[in-house]
Every structure is written in structure tokens, then in C-alpha cells.
């Protein structure tokens, strides 16, 4: 999600040394190795689609077996009372490091990440845009993981966060505005060995079919970022038609939907929309980037829409299943 200032630093506390202890306490063939293995980096999942040992973004979240045993990591994810998707223990490992990137894809347009530092050193530090900070152990921090972001562990012990992903609350982004006012109140969240919590767990997927509406909110936030990265006539050029193909896009994908909306009868037009799209994005895009990140233009392309727009199973029995229900209405 994109965010004014890189980092904020909620005004809330948690006691790190019992979230360690909960942390320590599961069991060491909990940690999976991060799903790009990426060398020194690895989660025990918390909140999964299905509650299962998986890293994906989309579908019913639950909680774990992991998270069930440990009452103090539910209290903290309760305590914010917002509906959390995918949530994990990262631990990052002596001398690792996480690769400078940025989080371009459609999962990342609505949420926002929360760190919750559990085992840190001082050394350790989060970079984000043209900041560098360390977080504290039991602080709670969010970031604008749209702006190119990186972290490093110099030293010779493991550094684990937790790690929770919400689009948050009218309430949520109130505390959030509270860490920009200078002597605000911090809010001490005890661990309570009396209650037993639960987080809300998001339940939402993607449609089969990406409403217009949302096509066009999506494609009109990045034609807002794009630029090219050198001033020439081509470059020039080609931006201009990739506006334009990205305009054509959201009419034919509006058109397409007003004749079918999600009906299975339309899904082989809406992939061949999408695909035909993918194509000439390759092409034209060649020089093109956002201009927060540079990320170039197809890639976000790719991450945000092309790869969320349709939501299809790909076996013909499972696509029978998500045909709509008949009406009783003939002409």
C-alpha cells in the first residue's frame, strides 16, 4: 500500500520477551524456507489460506496449528481489531539479508505489512525509500512497501519479526495517525494468561472475473506512476501508446463484462483479452517504469492486474461449479 511517509511507528507495545518465548517454543520443522529462496530467510505461518502450510495470498485465511498454541501472538494480532490475511513469524538469519525490492502485486495494492520485532539487534536495520531505521523489540511498525525496500542483519544472531498483512480499520488508520503527534500516548498491550483470543481472518477471493470498477481503479493508479526513463522520441512514444493501450483495455474488459459480467460463457474472451494485453505490454513497455520505484511498467502490469484479473480453475469440473445458479427466467 502506498503510504505518505516510508515508516510509522505505532503507539502501541507488546512484551517481546513472551513473544519470544511463544516463538522459541514451536517446533524447529515449523520454519519453512522463504518461497523465492531466498538464502537465510524463513517463516512459520500463522494465518494461511486454509490454514495450511502454504505462502498464498489469495483464498480463506484461518488460523494455523502454529498460531493456536501460541495465546499471546493472538492477543497482539486481536488487540488491532482488524481482519488480518496472510501473517507469519520471519526470521532472518545471521548475516542474511532481505534483497531491495518493492511489492507490486495485486495483494499489495489494499494491504498494508505490520512488523512486530521479537528477536532484534540494534545493527539490524529496515531501509525503506530514503530511510533507514531499526525497529525495537515489541514496537509495532508499518511501511510504504510500494517504495523500494531492503533489510540487513550484519550480526551474528537471528533476527525474527512478526509479520501480518490488513487493509485495517477507520480505527486502525487513526492509531496510525497518532504516531505523527509529537508526546501521543503509548498503549501497553500486556499478555493476558485470562484470555483467549482470535483474530480476524479475511474470507474474501478473488472473483473469477475482475469487476470493471476495480480494472479501472487499478489501471488509472498506474498510468498516474508511469514515465519513461529516457527523454527520447521513441520512449516518448511508446509511453503515449501504452496509455493508450491500457485505455482500450479497460473499455473492452467494461464491454465485455456488461455482455457476459461473470458467466462462463465469456471466460475464453476475457483470457484472450488479457493475453493479447500481456503480449503487446511485453513490447511496448521496453523503457517504461512507475516512478516511486522503477519497477518497470509490465512488470507491474503483470503483478497488479493481468495476473488477478481472472480468477479460473483450471479443470473443466471445477469451472462447472462456479457457473451461476439458474434464475428460473426464460425469454
Not at 507490486?104 to 545493527?123: A, G, L, S
Not at 533507514?132 to 531492503?150: C, K, Q, T
Request: net charge neutral; proline share 7%.
Amino acid at each position: 500500500m502506498r503510504l505518505p511517509r516510508p515508516f510509522y511507528r505505532l503507539p502501541v507495545r507488546f512484551d517481546a520477551e513472551r513473544l519470544r518465548a511463544e516463538a522459541v517454543a514451536l517446533p524447529a520443522s515449523a520454519w519453512a524456507r522463504h518461497p523465492n529462496e531466498i538464502a537465510g530467510n524463513y517463516s512459520i505461518r500463522l494465518i494461511s489460506v486454509g490454514g495450511g502450510e502454504n505462502d498464498e495470498v489469495n483464498g480463506s485465511m484461518q488460523a494455523t496449528p502454529h498460531l493456536a498454541r501460541s495465546p499471546y501472538l493472538r492477543q497482539v494480532l486481536a488487540s488491532f481489531g482488524v481482519v488480518w490475511g496472510r501473517s507469519r513469524l520471519l526470521r532472518l538469519a545471521p548475516g542474511a539479508v532481505v534483497p531491495e525490492h518493492a511489492d507490486i502485486h495485486h495483494h499489495w495494492f489494499y494491504r498494508v505489512r505490520m512488523h512486530v520485532p521479537i528477536v532484534t539487534r540494534p545493527e539490524v536495520r529496515f531501509s525503506c525509500g530514503d530511510e533507514s531505521v531499526h525497529m525495537a523489540p515489541g514496537e509495532a511498525w508499518i511501511f510504504d512497501n510500494w517504495r523500494l525496500h531492503h533489510v540487513e542483519n550484519p550480526t551474528e544472531s537471528e533476527r525474527i519479526h512478526l509479520v501480518a498483512d490488513t487493509s485495517g480499520s477507520a480505527a486502525f488508520w487513526r492509531l496510525v495517525a497518532r504516531s505523527e503527534v509529537p508526546g501521543a500516548a503509548v498503549h501497553v498491550e500486556a499478555y493476558d494468561p485470562t484470555r483467549s483470543a482470535q483474530p480476524l481472518t479475511e474470507r474474501a477471493s478473488l472473483r473469477p472475473v475482475m469487476a470493471p470498477g476495480e480494472m479501472e481503479l487499478l489501471t488509472g493508479d498506474l498510468r498516474v506512476e508511469l514515465i519513461a526513463l529516457a527523454d527520447t522520441p521513441d520512449h516518448r512514444e511508446r509511453l503515449g501508446r501504452y496509455h493508450a493501450l491500457l485505455d482500450a483495455f479497460t473499455r473492452d474488459w467494461r464491454q465485455l463484462y456488461s455482455l457476459y459480467a461473470e458467466e462462463e460463457a465469456g471466460w475464453h474472451e476475457f483470457e484472450q483479452l488479457r493475453d493479447s494485453v500481456r503480449e503487446s505490454s511485453r513490447t511496448l513497455g521496453a523503457g517504461l517504469a512507475v516512478r516511486t520505484n522503477r519497477v518497470a511498467a509490465h512488470a507491474v502490469l503483470e503483478g497488479r492486474i493481468l495476473k488477478a484479473c481472472l480468477s479460473l480453475p483450471a479443470d473443466q469440473d471445477a469451472r462447472s461449479a462456479l457457473r451461476p445458479a439458474p434464475t428460473g427466467i426464460h425469454p
